[in-house]
C-alpha cells in the first residue's frame, strides 16, 4: 500500500539527514525532484507523492541505502594485498 510504503520512506528520509547528515538538497538532486517536494513531503505528512514522485522517491531511497550498506563494509583500500 503506497501509503504505508511512504511512512517507511519518511522514516528512511530521517535517519539518511539525521544520522548520516545527509542534506535534503542532496537526496532531492539524487532522487531528481525540486527540494520543495522532498521537504513538503517530509515535513507536511497528509501530503503524499504523485506516482512519479513516489517511484523516484522510492527508487533513491533503495539505492542510497545500498550504498550505505556497501560503505559500511568497505575495509579501505590499504587492508592489505587481497588482489594480489
Same mark, same amino acid.
Given at each position: 500500500?503506497? +501509503?504505508?510504503?511512504?511512512?517507511?520512506? =519518511?522514516?528512511?528520509?530521517?535517519?539518511?539527514?539525521? &544520522?548520516? !547528515?545527509?542534506? %535534503?538538497?542532496?537526496?532531492?538532486?539524487?532522487?531528481?525532484?525540486?527540494?520543495?517536494?522532498?521537504? +513538503?513531503?517530509?515535513?507536511?505528512?497528509? =501530503?503524499?507523492?504523485?506516482?512519479?514522485?513516489?517511484? &523516484?522517491? !522510492?527508487?533513491? %531511497?533503495?539505492?542510497?541505502?545500498?550504498?550505505?550498506?556497501?560503505?559500511?563494509?568497505?575495509?579501505?583500500?590499504?587492508?592489505?594485498?587481497?588482489?594480489?
Amino acid at each position: 500500500m503506497k +501509503e504505508i510504503e511512504q511512512i517507511m520512506m =519518511r522514516k528512511d528520509i530521517e535517519v539518511l539527514t539525521g &544520522k548520516y !547528515k545527509i542534506s %535534503l538538497s542532496g537526496l532531492a538532486r539524487d532522487f531528481e525532484l525540486p527540494e520543495r517536494t522532498i521537504r +513538503e513531503f517530509i515535513f507536511a505528512p497528509q =501530503r503524499n507523492l504523485n506516482n512519479e514522485n513516489f517511484v &523516484k522517491t !522510492k527508487d533513491g %531511497l533503495k539505492k542510497i541505502k545500498q550504498a550505505i550498506k556497501d560503505a559500511e563494509e568497505y575495509k579501505g583500500f590499504d587492508v592489505g594485498d587481497e588482489n594480489e
